[in-house]
Structure formats: C-alpha cells, structure tokens
Nanobody, 123 residues
Framework: QVQLVESGGGLVQAGGSLRLSCTAS????????MGWFRQVPGKEREFVSAISWSGARTFYADSVKGRFTISRDNAKNTVYLQMNSLKPEDTAVYYC????????????????WGQGTQVTVSS
C-alpha cells in the first residue's frame, strides 16, 4: 500500500511558477513509476507528465511540454512537478499517482492516487 500526499498548489498569476510535491509513504517508493494528472470539474482527468522509477525516463503532455518539468528524489520519497509560464488553462486539481508496472498516460495504468492539490492561474 502506498499513500500519496500532494502539496504546493495555490493561486498564481499567468506567467508565474509553482512547484508541486507529492510525498509517498512506505519503503518501496523507488520501485514505482509516478505520474501527474489534472482535472477540471466537469471534464475528464488529463495526463500531465510521468517519470520512471529511476528518473531516467520522462514524458509530458503536449500542452505542458517545455513549461513543466517532472523530477523525483527517491531518498525523500517525493516526486515534483515544476510548472513555469503558467496559463489560465492550467487551472485544475492536480493529482499524483503511482504505478508498479506501467509508465503510461492513462489513469487505469496507475495503482494509487493522492487527494489532489488545487492550482489556480489568474489572467
């Protein structure tokens, strides 16, 4: 069992930056691939970014490529999402998720989810 807790959300002006953190419980964090997703009320959950268990592989949704950076620190059981050049359309609840097997962009590929953190970008 893995428990995930996101933090770092908030209100920021367009063009600003935020760094989200997701800290996991348990001793096996380093064996999990990690992903970030976001969701706006009334819309489907959207893939944002993912990172392999070692950190060697990363990939991004086209909508955030070049603006967001995913990273992880396995010694701290934490994955990060650095978000720069934020736009109003980035406003959403951001969720981190953990997968034992797959490194993918679909929600069903992930086994554990956090509760989410709100990011609001004002224009």
């Amino acid at each position: 069992q893995v428990q995930l807790v996101e933090s770092g959300g908030g209100l920021v002006q367009a063009g600003g930056s935020l760094r989200l953190s997701c800290t996991a419980s348990g001793r096996t964090f380093s064996s999990y691939n990690m992903g970030w997703f976001r969701q706006v009320p009334g819309k489907e959950r959207e893939f944002v970014s993912a990172i392999s268990w070692s950190g060697a592989r990363t990939f991004y949704a086209d909508s955030v490529k070049g603006r967001f950076t995913i990273s992880r620190d396995n010694a701290k059981n934490t994955v990060y999402l650095q978000m720069n050049s934020l736009k109003p359309e980035d406003t959403a609840v951001y969720y981190c998720a953990a997968s034992r097997v797959r490194l993918g962009k679909y929600g069903y590929e992930y086994d554990y989810w956090g509760q989410g953190t709100q990011v609001t970008v004002s224009s």
